[in-house]
């Protein structure tokens, strides 16, 4: 199995990162922000305190970002994740919304490195770990 993304797409989502805050937890904060806003039915799915869940997040990112050169790698860690995952019965259009709230909150938080084709290759990193979660 090869990686999904080229080497100038990993590059890509590398230097994007480059400029969020250590720990990433404003991104985690403004992703379920964003989430909840778009999609209130979500917000009961969630605990109340998302402490936790906004590390969990933000830790998944950063694990996304370090690994993204060899992102196939990580595929039995996301197929346990999907199996997390697999109570919420989330469909296509649910990780369509995540996917789209991360992505509005990447934009936000990296104005130096954002470019159209930046925001192409988290979608399909994204999208290739949503698949995998989906297929368990
Ligand atoms: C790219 C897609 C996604 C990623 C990377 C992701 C990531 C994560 C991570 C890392 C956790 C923590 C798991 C743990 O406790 O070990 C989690 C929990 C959770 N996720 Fe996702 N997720 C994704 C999509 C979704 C979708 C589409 C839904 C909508 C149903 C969803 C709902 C939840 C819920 C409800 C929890 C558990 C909250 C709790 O009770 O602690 N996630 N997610």
Redesign the pocket.
């Known amino acids: 199995m090869e990686n999904p993304l080229t080497r100038h797409e990993a590059e890509l989502i590398q230097h994007s990162f480059n400029r969020i805050e250590p720990g990433s937890i404003g991104i985690a904060h403004l992703f379920y922000q964003t989430l909840f806003e778009r999609h209130p039915d ?1 917000v009961a ?3 109340d305190d998302m402490t ?2 906004k590390k ?2 933000a ?3 950063n694990i ?1 970002v370090n690994g993204c050169m060899f992102i196939h790698k990580l595929k039995h860690s ?1 197929e346990e ?1 999907g199996r ?2 697999k109570p ?4 296509q259009k ?2 369509d ?3 789209d709230a ?1 992505i509005y909150s990447l934009e936000k938080q990296c104005i130096e490195h954002w470019s159209e084709e930046t925001a192409l290759a988290w979608r399909k990193v ?1 999208q290739y ?2 698949n995998i ?1 989906m297929s368990v």
């Open positions: 979500m799915l969630f605990p936790r869940q969990k997040i830790d998944t990112l996304v996301l994740l997390v995952h919420f019965k989330a469909t649910d990780y919304a995540v996917i991360l994204l770990i949503s979660m």
